[in-house]
């Protein structure tokens, strides 16, 4: 059973581009969150995707934007980039959106920089 | 304001004593929680979990307790191991769902040999 997988490891935009992030969850979780994490603090919570539908947001502007897929690989999008959106992004994975199979897989992150 | 603090940026303990992390919450609804463990360019690792409804939970080496009436839990290892040393985070969520976790900013342990 492969872990959860991001791509690309390392990424370079300037402000004002659009990005996307993509995700590959373990195989059967059906559950997917996305998480921003800036230097020194916690991993905040953008959103999470249940069955290819959105099941919850945070505190994040609709710039923000994430698609699930059939085949648990899943997206995040963000436009109009802003100098603040330099993070590392992590998903995470589960089998379930809650209850005792709801530990959730994150994997190793994408570093996002904005000049 | 945050709602999930970790107010120790850092700890130090010697192989073999016990290390005891600190988190504090202020949403008394949150009903489920969580520690991780990370080590540098790795996503975070479940570590170990505890229900509101229980004041105790133990793994092995690690045990959770959680105080609701403070709003307090705390992660106790024992012995500590060099191969701990790795940021933890604490997390709070809502109606058991992890994967809306409202996590501290984490506090690095350092277990010396």
């Known amino acids: 059973e492969t872990g959860v997988t991001q791509s690309p490891t390392h990424l370079i935009k300037t402000r004002g581009q659009q990005v996307t992030l993509r995700c590959s969850s373990q195989?059967?979780?059906?559950?997917v969150s996305w998480y921003q994490q800036a230097l020194g603090q916690g991993p905040q919570f953008i959103f999470q995707?249940?069955?290819?539908?959105?099941?919850g947001r945070g505190n994040f502007p609709p710039r923000f934007s994430g698609l699930q897929f059939p085949n648990y690989s899943s997206e995040l999008n963000v436009n109009a980039l802003e100098l603040d959106d330099s993070a590392l992004y992590l998903c995470?994975?589960?089998?379930?959106?809650?209850?005792?199979?709801?530990?959730?897989?994150f994997g190793p992150g994408t570093r996002l920089t904005v000049l | 304001d945050q709602q999930v603090k970790q107010n120790s940026p850092s700890l130090s303990v010697q192989e073999g004593r016990i290390s005891i992390l600190n988190c504090d919450y202020t949403n008394s609804m949150f009903d489920y929680f969580l520690w991780y463990k990370k080590y540098p360019a790795e996503g975070p690792t479940f570590l170990i979990s505890i229900s509101s409804i229980k004041d105790k939970n133990e793994d092995g080496r690690f045990t959770v307790f959680l105080n609701k009436s403070a709003k307090h839990l705390s992660l106790h290892i024992v012995p500590s191991q060099p191969g701990d040393s790795a940021v933890y985070f604490c997390a709070a969520s809502l109606n058991t769902n992890a994967g809306k976790s409202t996590f501290g900013d984490g506090t690095t342990l350092t277990v010396k040999p």
């Open positions: 995707y249940y069955r290819e539908e959105e099941n």
């Open positions: 995470a994975s589960s089998l379930a959106k809650g209850g005792p199979y709801n530990e959730q897989f």
């Open positions: 195989s059967g979780h059906n559950t």
